[in-house]
Structure formats: structure tokens, C-alpha cells
Nanobody
């Protein structure tokens, strides 16, 4: 079994910063692309950022320049540094990862975390 656990969500004032973490654990034989998604009330889940194995990241236009995604492959952990937060960043943030769960079958499976709440409000 594989688990993804997000942490770091909180209530923060506009202009503030937060750092989210996502740790993968369990029967892991490799981790491919990892990503952060978010879902605001009444809206569909949307991509925030994805990080390739070697660390290059792509961002949604709405967060580019304010958010930085990174990963520590030795710890199977991904981070999202969020600066200059805005009320419209309020959402549940989810971690997604493509994980190799068997050394005998080279197929990456997608896993999701349970989410962590980020609320930006004064």
C-alpha cells in the first residue's frame, strides 16, 4: 500500500506565506512526476504545479511567480512554497504522485493524498 500525506495547511492573511509538504510512504520502488492540485468550494479540481523527477516544475498561470514547487527524492517528499497568498488561493490542496509499486511490473500508478486546507483571509 502507498500513502500520500499532505501537511502545512493553515489560515493565513493575504500577503502571507505557507509551505506545504507531501510525503509518500509504503511500498515504493520509484516515484515519477508529482503534482499539487487544489479545489475551491463549488469549483473543479485544478492543477497548481507539477514537478518532474529531476526537479523541473510547471505552474498554473494564476500562481506562477508566487508559488515554488520542489521535491526531495531521497525522502519521497514534495513541497509547495506559497508566497504573497491571495484570498482566491483558498482551497483544499491535494498531492498527486505517480508511483512504481512493484519491481516486477514497470507501471506507474497515480495516487492522491487526502488534502490540506489553505484559507487566505483577513
Amino acid at each position: 500500500q502507498v500513502q500520500l500525506a499532505e501537511s502545512g495547511g493553515a489560515l493565513v492573511q493575504p500577503g502571507g506565506s505557507l509551505r506545504l509538504s507531501c510525503a509518500a510512504s509504503g511500498s515504493i520502488f520509484g516515484v515519477g512526476s508529482m503534482g499539487w492540485y487544489r479545489q475551491a468550494p463549488g469549483k473543479e479540481r485544478e492543477l497548481v504545479a507539477r514537478v518532474a523527477v529531476r526537479g523541473s516544475a510547471d505552474y498554473a498561470d494564476s500562481v506562477r511567480g508566487r508559488f515554488t514547487a520542489s521535491r526531495d527524492n531521497a525522502k519521497n517528499t514534495m513541497y509547495l512554497q506559497m508566497n504573497n497568498l491571495k484570498p482566491e488561493d483558498t482551497a483544499v490542496y491535494y498531492c498527486n504522485a505517480e508511483i512504481l509499486t512493484s519491481p516486477l511490473r514497470p507501471v506507474f500508478r497515480a495516487f492522491w493524498g487526502q488534502g490540506t486546507q489553505v484559507t487566505v483571509s483577513s
